[in-house]
């Protein structure tokens, strides 16, 4: 039966096989396709060609019979960007599959300008264009990545301007395409290369110009999102003043040309030594200017009575020291003659009460055993006496008491 499974034991012819295929293909219908003509060719009023993928690297053949193909009424080559309504077509002879157009349109620049501004309003609405994100570029760096086309004007440019402000500037260059399909995926991809290169120091996109179609890629949603992402400040310069890519809108800085980039990343090296002398020359003259006040001040504090002549104070304070001295030698006079009153009071009180003044009177003191002697019968008859008078002492032996009548 045809239409049972085939088995090994009953296989499917092949004719079989393909009238399925080819039957399972028609269903599928007519689409609407985009894409670039990578091959155009016209043999016997009908075209045999190829159409490529904008983003990805997936390419269709296609096939425009003549009976379409006279219908036709724009001009179309090899690199055009095209809308077609294609429908997939299984030839069962020869086993191959191909996309037969039944209509072929050139992409409007009004279409592309109206997918640019849906484009445009999406990422600004996420905030990629805000100025707060742009990252300040290095006043100077080492080292700079650039992206660019392969010996193009735009490198070499960029390259003489920088190294003629700044000797010593180094560049790590990753050569990309510029225009066609592989633009936009190869600058993605030298971005995000030189952007996990710690020693990059700031990035520049470069082109030379160009159309507005020629410089679609560095509209390329991936590659937008790619550059608002980086870490590394990002300069863009495409050098195209109308239509202006997004790229120029996410990149921190927007150069109007390549050589207006070299200009605004590198510091001209002349410029910045006129700035040091400059400098130098007004802190010269503000130090100058401020010794010169010192100095004034100075000598007007010099020019002062005060400090003009020395032995001013000496002068005026004469009369006062002599005053000084004349009261302290008073004072010190009173005080000794106060001290020579005291003393000779207390040393007349001293006298009145000393022992030797009793014994001026004609008294004597006796003492016995080295004990003066206060009651006669302490003394017994033979007790040996001492005798103090006014001028001496005297030994003597007792003989006893006796009555004092």
């Not at 920088?162 to 971005?191: C, H, K, M, N």
């Not at 400098?279 to 010192?294: C, D, P, Y």
Request: net charge negative; no cysteine.
């Amino acid at each position: 039966m045809a239409d049972a499974p085939p088995t090994l034991e009953a296989p499917w012819p092949v004719g079989l096989l393909a009238a399925k295929v080819k039957e399972y293909i028609d269903r599928l219908g007519t689409a609407w396709v985009e894409g670039e003509l990578t091959q155009w060719n016209v043999r016997n009023g009908n075209v045999y060609g190829k159409l490529k993928d904008l983003n990805q690297d997936v390419t269709i053949s296609i096939n425009i019979w003549s009976s379409v193909a006279s219908r036709l009424t724009q001009e179309f080559k090899q690199g055009d960007r095209v809308v077609a309504a294609v429908k997939p077509d299984y030839w069962v002879k020869g086993g191959s599959l191909s996309m037969v157009v039944y209509d072929l349109r050139h992409v409007g620049l009004g279409d592309l300008l109206e997918r640019l501004e849906r484009l445009r309003r999406q990422l600004a609405a996420e905030g990629l264009f805000d100025p707060s994100r742009k990252q300040p570029l290095p006043f100077l760096p080492h080292l700079i990545g650039l992206v660019t086309g392969k010996d193009s004007d735009a490198e070499k440019d960029v390259k003489r301007n920088a190294q003629l402000r700044w000797p010593a500037v180094q560049f790590r260059t990753v050569y990309a395409a510029v225009q066609g399909d592989r633009s936009a995926s190869e600058v993605t991809a030298a971005i995000q290369r030189l952007d996990a290169d710690p020693e990059v120091d700031v990035i520049i996109v470069a082109r030379g110009g160009g159309d507005f179609q020629n410089l679609l890629p560095f509209s390329d949603e991936t590659l937008v999102r790619t550059a608002a992402a980086t870490r590394t400040p990002l300069v863009s310069a495409i050098g195209h003043e109308n239509d202006r890519p997004l790229l120029d809108d996410v990149a921190d800085l927007r150069a109007s040309t390549p050589t207006d980039a070299a200009k605004r990343v590198v510091p001209d090296v002349a410029e910045e030594l006129v700035r040091v002398q400059q400098a130098r020359t007004r802190m010269q003259g503000r130090v100058t200017a401020l010794i010169s006040h010192e100095i004034d001040r100075i000598a007007q504090l010099r020019s002062r009575p005060a400090l003009l002549t020395t032995s001013w104070i000496v002068e005026t304070r004469s009369e006062e020291i002599t005053r000084y001295v004349a009261r302290g030698e008073e004072l010190a006079a009173r005080a000794v003659e106060r001290a020579e009153t005291s003393v000779r009071e207390l040393a007349a009180r001293l006298r009145a009460l000393s022992p030797q003044s009793t014994l001026d009177r004609g008294y004597a003191i006796v003492q016995a055993s080295g004990h003066v002697l206060k009651q006669a019968d302490a003394a017994p008859e033979g007790t040996p006496l001492i005798i103090t008078l006014a001028d001496g002492t005297l030994d003597a032996l007792s003989a006893g008491t006796h009555d004092q009548h």
